[in-house]
C-alpha cells in the first residue's frame, strides 16, 4: 500500500525553526518527484516546495526561497522541509505528496497525499 506520512510539525515562536519529515511506505522515492503543501484554516492548498527525482532539482515557491531547503534520503526514504526563520504566516497543515517522475506546479497533478501535519508560528 503506498502510503506518505508526515511528522515533525509543532509549535514555535516566530524566527524558530522546524523539520519536516516525509516518510514513505509501499514505494521507493527513485522515480517520483515528492512535494510538499501547506493549508491554512480558510484557505486553499497551496505548494510550497518539490524535489524531483533526477539530480535532485528543487523548486520553491517565493514566499519561502532562502529560509525553507527540501531534500531527500533514498536511504531511509524519507523527504525533508527544513523551516528556518519561521513567522505567523508560516502556520498552516503541511501535507506531502507524489507524482511520477517530475515536479509539477499543480496540486491536482499529485497523489498519495499524506494526513499532514500541524505548523503553528505564535509568539
Known amino acids: 500500500q503506498v502510503q506518505l506520512v508526515e511528522s515533525g510539525g509543532g509549535l514555535v515562536q516566530p524566527g524558530g525553526s522546524l523539520r519536516l519529515s516525509c516518510a514513505a511506505s509501499?514505494?521507493?522515492?527513485?522515480?517520483?518527484?515528492i512535494g510538499w503543501f501547506r493549508q491554512a484554516p480558510g484557505k486553499e492548498r497551496e505548494g510550497v516546495s518539490c524535489?524531483?527525482?533526477?539530480?535532485?532539482?528543487?523548486y520553491y515557491t517565493d514566499s519561502v526561497k532562502g529560509r525553507f531547503t527540501i531534500s531527500r534520503d533514498n536511504a531511509k526514504n524519507t523527504v525533508y522541509l527544513q523551516m528556518n526563520s519561521l513567522n505567523p504566516e508560516d502556520t498552516a497543515v503541511y501535507y506531502c505528496?507524489?507524482?511520477?517522475?517530475?515536479?509539477?506546479?499543480?496540486?491536482?497533478?499529485?497523489?498519495?497525499w499524506g494526513q499532514g501535519t500541524q505548523v503553528t508560528v505564535s509568539s
Open positions: 524535489i524531483n527525482y533526477r539530480h535532485d532539482r528543487t
Open positions: 509501499g514505494f521507493t522515492l527513485g522515480y517520483y518527484a
Open positions: 505528496a507524489r507524482r511520477y517522475s517530475s515536479c509539477s506546479g499543480e496540486t491536482a497533478d499529485y497523489a498519495n
